[in-house]
């Protein structure tokens, strides 16, 4: 029994000290709430949108630390559905960031075989914002590096919404059956159909919460909350939460 304790105990040592980033548990999808832009921009004495735009030079430096780590799929929460209550000069200066973005970063991504996408409701989105998102959908399709995917003007609950009503006009028109609606006829009716669910996620700026972001995809994620603002994460803490990913035993509700 003594025995048995102290190799308990020994395990459990050794499982505490920090470890260094294996190439070969990398999470296949990394999806990211970026929190705290206003808070940063507050404490500073700055106005908001100073914090939105050093947010956006966060999310260049996580992109490539992300590429650079082996991650395949990076989704980026940048706009929710709710987003629209904010006052209208800051939703403006937001709906402006896209294209300031990708003017200035999308040759480098290209250049790192990043492909762009978007997921999110494009009706709602203002022309100019789509059209920088749509141009670098085009001009990185064939890229086949990481998959920077932008949650923009995106909601999960209307997203499921959504999916339901797409499946029961597939059952009205009989192109289905009831009995064969399982979970994977939802997840084809997603936005992010295609991808792989987020294996991580992290959320920055000390909130604990979801906020309406992937609920259906992150049934199974682990989850990584800081303290850190937005503006101020960096490789090294994309690194940390790496790290605790891969001392993490994910048994999907079964026992290991």
Same mark, same amino acid.
């Given at each position: 029994?003594?025995? =048995?304790?102290?190799?308990?105990?020994?395990?459990?040592?050794?499982?505490? &000290?920090?470890?260094?980033?294996?190439?070969?548990?990398?999470?296949?999808?990394?999806? #990211?709430?970026?929190?705290?832009?206003?808070?940063?921009? &507050?404490?500073?004495?700055?106005? *908001?949108?100073?914090?939105?735009?050093?947010?956006?030079?966060?999310?260049?430096?996580?992109?490539?630390?992300?590429? %650079?780590?082996?991650?395949?799929?990076?989704?980026?929460?940048?706009?929710?559905?709710?987003?629209?209550? *904010?006052?209208?000069?800051?939703?403006?200066?937001?709906?402006?960031?896209?294209? @300031?973005?990708?003017? #200035?970063?999308? %040759?480098?991504? #290209? @250049? &790192?075989?990043?492909?762009?996408?978007?997921?999110?409701?494009?009706?709602?989105? /203002?022309?100019?914002?789509?059209?920088? !998102?749509?141009?670098?959908? =085009?001009?990185? &399709?064939?890229?086949?590096?990481?998959?920077?995917?932008?949650? !923009?003007?995106?909601?999960?609950? *209307?997203?499921?919404? @959504?999916?339901?009503?797409?499946?029961?006009?597939?059952?009205?028109?009989?192109?289905?059956?009831?009995?064969?609606?399982?979970?994977?006829?939802?997840?084809?009716?997603?936005?992010?159909?295609?991808? /792989? %669910?987020?294996?991580?996620?992290?959320?920055?700026?000390?909130?604990? =919460?979801?906020?309406?972001?992937?609920?259906?995809?992150?049934?199974?994620?682990?989850?990584?909350?800081? %303290?850190?603002?937005?503006?101020?994460?960096?490789?090294?803490?994309?690194?940390?939460?790496?790290?605790?990913?891969? =001392?993490?035993?994910?048994?999907?509700?079964?026992?290991?």
């Amino acid at each position: 029994m003594i025995k =048995r304790f102290q190799a308990w105990l020994q395990q459990k040592e050794q499982s505490s &000290k920090p470890q260094e980033l294996t190439r070969d548990n990398v999470p296949e999808h990394v999806a #990211i709430i970026m929190d705290g832009n206003g808070r940063w921009a &507050k404490h500073r004495g700055l106005p *908001r949108v100073a914090g939105h735009h050093n947010g956006m030079k966060a999310v260049k430096r996580v992109t490539i630390a992300a590429n %650079d780590m082996g991650i395949k799929v990076l989704t980026m929460y940048v706009f929710s559905t709710e987003n629209w209550k *904010r006052p209208k000069d800051e939703v403006d200066f937001l709906m402006k960031l896209p294209q @300031e973005f990708l003017a #200035i970063e999308l %040759d480098e991504l #290209i @250049e &790192k075989n990043v492909q762009v996408r978007m997921m999110g409701y494009r009706e709602d989105l /203002p022309e100019h914002t789509l059209r920088a !998102l749509e141009e670098a959908e =085009r001009k990185t &399709k064939h890229n086949t590096g990481l998959i920077l995917n932008f949650a !923009l003007n995106y909601g999960s609950q *209307r997203e499921i919404v @959504e999916s339901v009503r797409h499946i029961a006009r597939e059952v009205e028109a009989g192109r289905l059956n009831v009995d064969d609606i399982e979970e994977a006829t939802i997840h084809s009716h997603l936005l992010s159909n295609g991808l /792989p %669910d987020p294996d991580l996620l992290i959320r920055t700026s000390g909130e604990l =919460r979801l906020s309406n972001f992937m609920l259906w995809q992150l049934a199974y994620s682990e989850l990584w909350f800081t %303290d850190i603002y937005w503006p101020d994460f960096n490789e090294q803490h994309l690194r940390e939460a790496v790290i605790e990913y891969q =001392r993490r035993s994910r048994r999907y509700g079964g026992l290991q």
